[in-house]
């Protein structure tokens, strides 16, 4: 019996355990760090608000957060756009199941190709001398290839919807899956046309799935630093970036850390917020 | 399985986990956080052959990977190769020794500029063995400039928008300053750092892409995406030249910043042996040339690069050239001014 309750006990400790280990105390050691103080050649402990201070005097910070921000909005919504038809087609569509797995998977599959391959592909399809101007010059739309597709924010958005369409299109997927035919066909039978049952009975109750989505793809482009870094331009820095340097070039780890509790209180922020949509949106299906 | 079971099978393996974990009792070791090309197995294969010294080497991307490393805790690196903007951070931070230079049998051969330089020298004590040198030059595609540009000034012309390049580092605050004609670019007050961010603020819209890593740039160049740019010196060109692509560097009429590395021993390394005779083996004739050849680096012992380069070689690397060398603006430690500097350039980087 004892062994027992040691073994329960300790299967109950672990997820414990690795939430203290790799959450709660690098997050207090970055929460320390933010009140320390910079000096050369390194930085000593200190209380003081000085790092949180110049967060707010200094505009390129709110610059840099406004500018990420914009951005993975644009991501969320884009990502939707797409990954919303691409599971509405799966699910309502679609009617051989091995068809319906095969064009599901090839959703999922990129996720096990590195991330960093997969964003290196796109300097090949955007570049000056890629597919795309290769291609209009080719045809004769361009004269001379044209630079307006790579290194700017534009291709940070389209290659940073590309990688996160995945997580879109799973939550989605599986809210559709999950709404009762017979809501649909009763719809129907009450003469409401197919667009119709699409905005006032499919629509919300893929609520839920749309919103974790959407949280998913903003707060994963929030927090991205290899994006601006492979196909990103000049204005492409984003605020992951800044940490980055403050924390290398800068030999600032308070400023970095303070900024990165910053991001922190605003992708939690995000994701209450979302879950408290989700929990208002749903509706009692049983 | 019963708990028992689990216990002896766990400890079983924690036990055969530790054995393989133990080193393998070789001679010696030693380790090195260093840039590309400065462990090459070209000249360190013979090395560890002949000291039974076994080389393991961690690359960084640039100098600010240094203090982070070492910041993180000690005991890992023996040997670490910051530029002399670096050198006098980590001997501020307490993370490297001093060098008994009367083990270093080719110290007297070392440009004296370098031996005496103030980065590596503090209190009385060397703390550095000079190693390479070189210019952070201008760069531009021969085949787009009917006329050769000879200035920074024509970074910033709109002939050439989209088209231009530079270095994400803080040393675009020097270069912008030159061309404000701010010359003394290592102690610029606010006002003259204003200026020079607003002058680079100015550029953006001309700028491709600001280059990361030397790899990048090289990229940049082969995919046609940047006509003109900064570099180190002898190092991007040649690649580039590889893939077809016919460049040239200059040093512009502001003058170029010139940058030299040099080995550090990090503090109370139990390698100290190993070290010693892998730090004669660098600054020695293996080294100096190894480094030349591999990196297209100048060589910081003169006297060793005599003997084993060509005459061509000797020459093209400015090693026989004290102006050359004299002319350069040798890059210096920013001290307290550093986050200064930085500042500024995040604030190029993120301004709209």
């Known amino acids: 019996m004892t062994r027992d309750r040691a073994l329960r006990s300790v299967v109950l400790a672990t997820p414990l355990v690795w939430a203290v280990a790799f959450m709660f105390v690098p997050y207090l050691i970055i929460f320390t760090y933010s009140f320390w103080l910079k000096q050369y050649p390194t930085f000593v402990p200190a209380f003081q608000f000085g790092n949180y201070l110049q967060l707010l005097v200094d505009p390129q910070y709110y610059q840099v957060l406004l500018r990420t921000a914009k951005i993975a909005i644009l991501v969320a919504l884009s990502a939707l756009a797409i990954a919303y038809p691409f599971a509405y087609y799966l699910v309502f569509k679609v009617t051989s199941a091995r068809l319906r797995l095969t064009l599901y998977m090839a959703v999922i599959a990129p996720l096990w190709v590195s991330y960093l391959l997969r964003a290196y592909i796109w300097k090949t399809i955007l570049g000056s001398e890629g597919v795309i101007n290769s291609f209009l010059v080719w045809i004769g739309i361009l004269d001379t290839p044209t630079d307006i597709f790579l290194y700017n924010q534009f291709s940070m958005v389209v290659t940073l919807t590309y990688i996160f369409i995945p997580f879109m299109v799973m939550p989605i997927y599986t809210a559709l899956e999950k709404i009762p035919r017979n809501l649909i066909e009763a719809s129907k039978d009450l003469g409401v046309g197919p667009f119709g049952t699409l905005f006032k009975v499919i629509w919300p109750l893929s609520l839920p799935g749309v919103f974790a989505g959407m949280t998913f793809a903003f707060c994963l482009t929030f927090g991205d630093f290899v994006a601006p870094f492979l196909v990103g331009g000049p204005d492409g820095v984003m605020v992951a970036n800044v940490i980055t340097s403050q924390y290398g070039a800068a030999l600032n780890w308070p400023l970095g850390s303070a900024l990165a509790i910053v991001m922190l209180i605003i992708v939690l922020g995000i994701i209450e917020l979302s879950d408290r949509f989700e929990r208002s949106g749903r509706i009692n299906l049983a | ?352």
């Open chain 2, 1 to 352: 399985m019963t708990f028992n079971n689990l216990y002896r099978s766990t400890t079983a393996m924690a036990l055969a986990l530790s054995c393989v974990a133990t080193p393998a009792l070789a001679e010696g070791e030693v380790n090195i956080l260093t840039w590309e090309g400065y462990a090459d197995q070209s000249f360190v294969a013979q090395f560890e052959q002949e000291s039974g010294c076994k080389v393991t080497a961690t690359y960084v991307g640039s100098n600010d990977d240094f203090a982070p490393k070492l910041a993180a805790g000690g005991g890992v690196y023996d040997l670490i190769t910051p530029s002399i903007d670096t050198t006098k951070t980590m001997i501020a931070a307490g993370f490297v020794e001093p060098i008994d230079t009367s083990k270093i049998t080719e110290w007297n051969n070392i440009y004296e500029k370098f031996r005496t330089a103030e980065g590596i020298n503090h209190d009385g004590e060397v703390y550095g063995v000079p190693y390479a040198w070189g210019a952070i030059a201008f760069m531009y595609r021969v085949d787009k400039f009917p006329e050769a540009p000879t200035s920074i000034a024509d970074l910033w012309d709109e002939k050439v928008k989209g088209k231009v390049s530079l270095w994400d580092d803080k040393s675009a605050i020097y270069v912008a300053a030159r061309l404000n004609g701010d010359n003394d670019i290592y102690n610029l007050n606010d006002e003259q750092i204003e200026r020079a961010k607003q002058k680079l603020i100015e550029q953006k819209p001309l700028v491709r892409k600001y280059w990361a890593t030397a790899g990048e740039l090289v990229d940049l160049y082969a995919a046609g995406e940047v006509w003109i740019s900064n570099t180190w010196a002898g190092y991007q060109s040649s690649l580039i030249m590889e893939k077809g692509i016919e460049v040239k560097e200059f040093i512009p009429k502001e003058n170029a910043e010139g940058w030299m590395d040099s080995w550090m021993v990090v503090k109370d390394t139990p390698n100290l042996d190993c070290a010693y005779k892998f730090l004669n083996m660098q600054s020695d004739q293996a080294g100096q040339c190894g480094v030349a050849n591999v990196n297209g680096y100048s060589a910081a012992n003169p006297v060793a690069a005599k003997k084993c380069m060509t005459p061509e070689q000797y020459d093209a690397l400015h090693q026989d050239d004290p102006d050359y060398l004299n002319s350069l603006l040798l890059w210096e430690n920013l001290e307290a001014r550093l986050e200064a500097y930085t500042n500024a350039w995040n604030a190029v980087k993120s301004a709209n």
